[in-house]
């Protein structure tokens, strides 16, 4: 499949930074995209994707990551206006 890489180069990210992703299948074309403290960084936008996503972060030489995915204790910065936490499966068996 298909994979797409935002490094912190590219979003020049320090020590405390919030990054995160909205995925919107609710359009067409679908859109997966990214934020730095609260702002698109339109340059890491992938649009068209068909099939699974599985948005994740890599974090290496000694890094600490904290991660928050249904908002339950709160998102640093407010989540894009028609999005919220990740939401469990409702499949229908």
Same mark, same amino acid.
């Given at each position: 499949?298909?994979?797409?890489?935002?490094?912190?180069?590219?979003?020049?990210?320090?020590?405390?930074?919030?990054?995160?992703?909205?995925?919107?299948?609710?359009?067409?074309?679908?859109?997966?995209?990214? %934020?730095?403290? +609260?702002?698109?960084?339109?340059?890491?936008?992938?649009? *068209?994707?068909? #099939?699974?996503?599985? =948005? &994740?972060? %890599?974090?290496? +030489?000694?890094?600490?990551?904290?991660?928050?995915?249904? *908002?339950?204790? #709160?998102?640093?910065? =407010? &989540?894009?206006?028609?999005?919220?936490?990740?939401?469990?499966?409702?499949?229908?068996?």
């Amino acid at each position: 499949g298909d994979c797409w890489v935002v490094t912190h180069e590219e979003l020049d990210a320090l020590v405390g930074d919030v990054l995160s992703c909205t995925y919107d299948q609710a359009v067409a074309p679908t859109c997966l995209k990214f %934020y730095h403290n +609260g702002n698109l960084v339109e340059a890491a936008t992938k649009e *068209g994707i068909k #099939g699974e996503v599985f =948005p &994740a972060i %890599y974090v290496a +030489g000694g890094a600490e990551l904290e991660y928050e995915f249904d *908002g339950e204790r #709160g998102f640093a910065y =407010p &989540a894009p206006m028609g999005f919220s936490g990740v939401m469990a499966d409702r499949r229908i068996m």
